[in-house]
């Protein structure tokens, strides 16, 4: 049965998150459009944007250079947010996410050897490079799960160890395939596309990331008891009903999904889905049906924002953003590892 209404108190905090979360992202979308090597003026951006401007430079950029980027990042920014709201949960582990379980780099891994082998022909990026990117997402935490199991138990610590572990080898080995395999030109652009990125974004990138997101988090938002009831643990939540190893499976092969469209569509972006579920449970609890839209929208006003940052801060050098996200979340991760409490497992 579900559980009680959450208290008045509780939905008008939750209320006010989101309200706030959703003008933050329009401001972020609004200053990703108008900011750039060229400078467009916020009033003229909300002109072109509301459909009144008549065909100029600027219009231009905001609507085909500059929205599909934008919008790719609150796509990605929110999907890996989601993602690492899930697993959070499926292992009971907070500083859980797809880059520390290895998700992101088996992405990574299967996307790089369809860009070097060049296969999938034109349909490469729509078709051919999701599908490897989710196939090694899923083969790395298939990896992952079983290292982590040890006489028929795992451990939320076990398993973020043996996400390191596997993530490392991955992206060794994903650089390897690049020196090897690829010809200089491809090598720099697939180095650059593996450090995170949004710069190659068109409108007919956004349709596969967008569609993923859509139906992955209305179908995580029903699932959100039987993710409340993980946080009880094993025991407690089959007591209640959930068959949890059967429900982790599966959500984990969604999670895969998720993480492997995103990898595809940005390349390997860290830590977004570490930070934004944890100020998101700070903000309105670990209740799941609250926790989801909050982290979504968390998620995308960060890489929006971050890049922003990357195509502003050393103009007209684009930085990857996946060094930012790093840059910020590494110090973050440690922060949090130091608030845990002691003799606390990892």
Do not use: K
């Not at 890996?80 to 998700?103: K, M, S």
């Not at 579920?277 to 998620?299: D, E, F, I, K, N």
């Amino acid at each position: 049965m579900p559980g009680p209404p959450p208290p008045v108190h509780g939905r008008l905090r939750h209320a006010l998150v989101l309200g706030c979360l959703t003008a933050a992202l329009a401001v972020a979308v609004v200053a990703g459009l108008a900011l750039g090597s060229v400078r467009v003026p916020p009033a003229e951006v909300v002109t072109v944007l509301l459909g009144r401007a008549a065909p100029s430079p600027s219009r231009t950029i905001v609507l085909d250079v500059r929205l599909p980027r934008v919008l790719l990042g609150a796509i990605v920014g929110a999907g890996l947010a989601v993602v690492g709201t899930v697993l959070q949960a499926l292992v009971r582990n907070r500083l859980a996410d797809p880059f520390l379980l290895g998700i992101s780099s088996g992405a990574s891994a299967g996307a790089v050897l369809v860009l070097v082998l060049g296969i999938g022909g034109g349909v490469t990026t729509t078709v051919a490079m999701p599908t490897a990117a989710f196939l090694g997402s899923l083969l790395a935490l298939a990896l992952v799960y079983g290292l982590a199991r040890r006489g028929g138990t795992m451990t939320g610590g076990r398993l973020v160890l043996a996400g390191v572990a596997v993530s490392y080898i991955l992206s060794a080995l994903t650089t390897l395939v690049l020196v090897v395999s690829a010809r200089p030109e491809q090598f720099q652009e697939a180095l650059y596309w593996t450090l995170g990125g949004l710069g190659s974004a068109r409108w007919g990138t956004l349709i596969l990331p967008g569609a993923v997101l859509t139906a992955g988090t209305i179908l995580l938002m029903a699932l959100a008891r039987p993710l409340d009831l993980l946080l009880l643990g094993e025991e407690g939540a089959t007591v209640l009903g959930l068959d949890a190893a059967r429900f982790r499976a599966a959500v984990f092969v969604l999670a895969s999904l998720v993480t492997g469209v995103m990898v595809a569509a940005s390349g390997a972006v860290g830590f977004v889905g570490l930070l934004v579920p944890h100020a998101a449970r700070m903000a309105v609890g670990a209740p799941h049906r609250r926790l989801l839209p909050v982290a979504a929208l968390g998620g995308a006003v960060v890489l929006v924002v971050a890049d922003l940052a990357a195509r502003t801060v050393a103009a007209p050098q684009d930085i990857p953003v996946g060094i930012l996200t790093a840059l910020i979340g590494g110090p973050a991760f440690l922060w949090m590892m130091r608030r845990r409490p002691e003799g606390a497992p990892l």
